[in-house]
């Protein structure tokens, strides 16, 4: 496997489930980044983890809960979601680079995520 | 508010000729800009950057150009080819308050080459 790789590709859950989202990165970077992009709206950062440590929660409500065991892998935990939380979730890594140098995140495929 | 526009939500270009894609930015704070592609059921992928010590940067067929003064950019493709239909995420980067890079994004515009 090559690349940032995501499971499942489709997820449909009823609003009392509970399910996680899977992200692996296979380049060697020590940053991961859980987005969410729902129709015909920006791509909206949800968390940002650096070195495992959680860096950034861009607000985001306590029924999307990440957890970061390891710099290659990034889960996001859902449970009690709304039927508006349906969008398509991306993960990405990139290299922790100083300022000034190329910067760019690599993404995976996504899962996308219905709620009933 | 949407920090990262773009305007036109889809673009069709005859093959051969120029394909331009606009984005504005209202961050003043922005200080690096990307370009990022995205086919069906792919992830984006990185495209092009530009650092706003610059206004232009080139690479291959691909060329972004940045305006400060205006807080616009726009990506220029020539020959446009089949292939290159897709949509394009314009994306603005700056650091956080936690020191990371964050990048926000613009809606996307969704560009057909027409054979």
């Known amino acids: 496997e090559t690349g940032v790789t995501q499971t499942p590709r489709h997820l449909v859950m009823g609003m009392t489930n509970k399910k996680s989202l899977k992200c692996e990165q296979h380049l060697g970077h020590n940053a991961m980044y859980w987005y969410k992009q729902s129709a015909k709206k920006p791509l909206e950062l949800m968390f940002v983890y650096n070195f495992k440590e959680q860096t950034e929660n861009n607000s985001v409500p306590s029924r999307f809960s990440p957890e970061c065991p390891n710099s290659s892998h990034l889960f996001l935990h859902l449970h009690t979601l709304q039927p508006e939380d349906s969008a398509l979730y991306l993960c990405a890594s990139s290299q922790d680079l100083p300022r000034g140098r190329e910067y760019e995140q690599y993404f995976g495929p996504g899962t996308r995520l219905t709620v009933t | 508010d949407q920090q990262v526009k773009q305007n036109s939500p889809s673009l069709s270009v005859q093959e051969g000729r120029i394909s331009i894609l606009n984005c504005d930015y209202t961050n003043s704070m922005f200080d690096y800009f990307l370009w990022y592609k995205k086919y069906p059921a792919e992830g984006p992928t990185f495209l092009i950057s530009i650092s706003s010590i610059k206004d232009k940067n080139e690479d291959g067929r691909f060329t972004v150009f940045l305006n400060k003064s205006a807080k616009h950019l726009s990506l220029h493709i020539v020959p446009s080819q089949p292939g290159d239909s897709a949509v394009y995420f314009c994306?603005?980067?700056?650091?956080?308050?936690?020191?990371?890079?964050?990048?926000?994004f613009g809606t996307g515009t969704r560009l057909t080459i027409i054979p």
């Open positions: 994306a603005a980067s700056a650091i956080s308050n936690f020191g990371n890079e964050k990048l926000t």
